[in-house]
C-alpha cells in the first residue's frame, strides 16, 4: 500500500495493524501501482482487511475492468500487517533500541501486550498465501495488495532468508513484488522485488511499521 498518514504527526511512531488512513500522496502512489499492474490479467486479487490496502486493491479491480475483466475483490485475515500492540502509538526511542532489536532477532519474550511475533505473523501470512496459490490456476498470476511486513514474511520465505533477518529486507511503499511458485517442486523464484513504477511523484516517508 501507499503512504500513510502517520497517527503520531510529527512524532513518528508504530501503528502496525492500526487502520490508518493514506495520505493523499499515499493514494496517488496506489493508483501508479494499479495503473502499472494494469498489463497483467490477475486472476485473483486478494488484500488484507485494513482500508489502505483496500484502496490500492479497488485500484487493481478498477484498471482489470477497463480491460473488461471482471473481479472481486477477496479479503484474507492473514494478509494482516503485524500487530504491534502495547508498542502502538510510541517511537522507537519509547520502545528502546535493544528491545527492537530483540524483537527483530525473534526473541518471542519480549513480544508487546496484545500483539505478535515476527514468527507469529509469518506463519498466517504463509497459510493465507497458500490458500491464495489454492485457487490460482496453474499459469495464472494473483496479487496481493497488503503491508511491510506481510510483504517481507513472503519474500524472505521465497530467498531463504532467516525469519529473524528479515526486517532488514527493503521494501518501498507501494511497490510491486513478484514471486513464481512452482505448484510441482515447491520452489520459489522471486523475478523483482520492491519495484516502484516512475509516475514522477515525490518521495514517500513511513518513519514506523
Not at 479497488?58 to 471482471?70: C, D, S
Not at 524483537?103 to 491464495?132: H, M, N, Q, W
Not at 513484488?177 to 522485488?193: K, N
Request: proline letters at 4%.
Amino acid at each position: 500500500h501507499g503512504e500513510v498518514i502517520n497517527p503520531g504527526g510529527d512524532r513518528p511512531v508504530y501503528y502496525g495493524a492500526l487502520d490508518v488512513s493514506l495520505s493523499p500522496l499515499g493514494e496517488l502512489e496506489a493508483q501508479a501501482a494499479g495503473a502499472y499492474l494494469r498489463q497483467f490479467n490477475l486472476q485473483h486479487i486478494a488484500s488484507s482487511p485494513l482500508s489502505r490496502a483496500i484502496f490500492g486493491a479497488n485500484q487493481l479491480i478498477a484498471r482489470q475492468h477497463e480491460q473488461n475483466e471482471h473481479k472481486e475483490l477477496k479479503v484474507y485475515d492473514g494478509f494482516m500487517e503485524l500487530d504491534r500492540g502495547s508498542w502502538c502509538g510510541k517511537t522507537k526511542t519509547e520502545i528502546g533500541q535493544e528491545m527492537m532489536d530483540r524483537f527483530d532477532a525473534c526473541d518471542e519474550s519480549i513480544t508487546p501486550e496484545g500483539g505478535e511475533s515476527y514468527p507469529t505473523l509469518k506463519s498466517r501470512v504463509l497459510a493465507a498465501r497458500d490458500e491464495l496459490l489454492g485457487i490460482t490456476n496453474i499459469g495464472e498470476a494473483s496479487a496481493v495488495v497488503s503491508h511491510l511486513q506481510v510483504t517481507r514474511s513472503m519474500l524472505s520465505d521465497a530467498l531463504g532468508i532467516p525469519t529473524e533477518e528479515m526486517a532488514a529486507l527493503k521494501v518501498a511503499t507501494a511497490s510491486v513484488t513478484c514471486i513464481d511458485y512452482d505448484a510441482e517442486s515447491g520452489g520459489q523464484m522471486v523475478h523483482f522485488q520492491s519495484f516502484k513504477p516512475d509516475a514522477g511523484l515525490q518521495g514517500s516517508k513511513d518513519g514506523a511499521n
